[in-house]
């Protein structure tokens, strides 16, 4: 199948350009080349589902370039965790995710067999109103505004094992502080 659609809307999330292909077969479901413009940068897809094995796998990588990140969190619900959200982040993200895990019976992902690996770089960022980092500056650094931090660019990578993140070792130069 090969889909084009000018415009595409989900919930609030909103994306103009969508191109892509999808490959559907006994041996599951694959998309090539999903392109899509959303958030004032673009978003590409390749991957898909594997079944008729005796476990289904999901596997996949996706190439964010540019793309707002406020407006990315606003229009995914903050991809329904509170940890940080578009009220606290913004920035221009770049990423390459990377990504596979096993499926159980429902089809939902194995999460403890999760496999993956993110590269990413976020330009122009701003941290605001983050209560953990405003915490630190009750501590150390009083005579700084840790409510309102400004980084030019944060990147470095990210890797998944089960449900461990590791983030490893990255330089933060920031208007309040490096390290």
Request: proline share 2%; net charge positive; glycine share 8%.
């Amino acid at each position: 199948l090969n889909l084009t659609s000018n415009l595409f809307t989900s919930r609030k999330f909103v994306a103009q350009k969508v191109r892509g292909e999808a490959t559907i077969s006994t041996q599951g479901m694959e998309l090539k080349n999903f392109n899509l413009n959303t958030c004032k940068g673009t978003i590409t897809v390749n991957g898909g589902l594997q079944t008729g094995r005796s476990t289904d796998k999901i596997s996949g990588n996706v190439q964010i370039k540019h793309v707002n990140m406020k407006e990315f969190l606003l229009s995914a619900d903050n991809f329904d965790q509170t940890a940080i959200t578009a009220d606290n982040l913004n920035g221009n993200l770049s990423a390459y995710v990377n990504f596979s895990a096993p499926l159980d019976t429902a089809y939902t992902p194995r999460t403890d067999s999760m496999q993956g690996d993110i590269y990413f770089s976020l330009k122009g960022g701003r941290i605001t109103n983050f209560e953990p980092l405003a915490n630190v500056g009750k501590y150390i650094f009083k005579n700084r505004d840790f409510n309102n931090v400004t980084f030019d660019e944060i990147k470095d990578s990210v890797t998944l094992v089960g449900t461990n993140l590791t983030i490893h070792r990255m330089e933060i130069a920031s208007n309040v502080l490096r390290m």
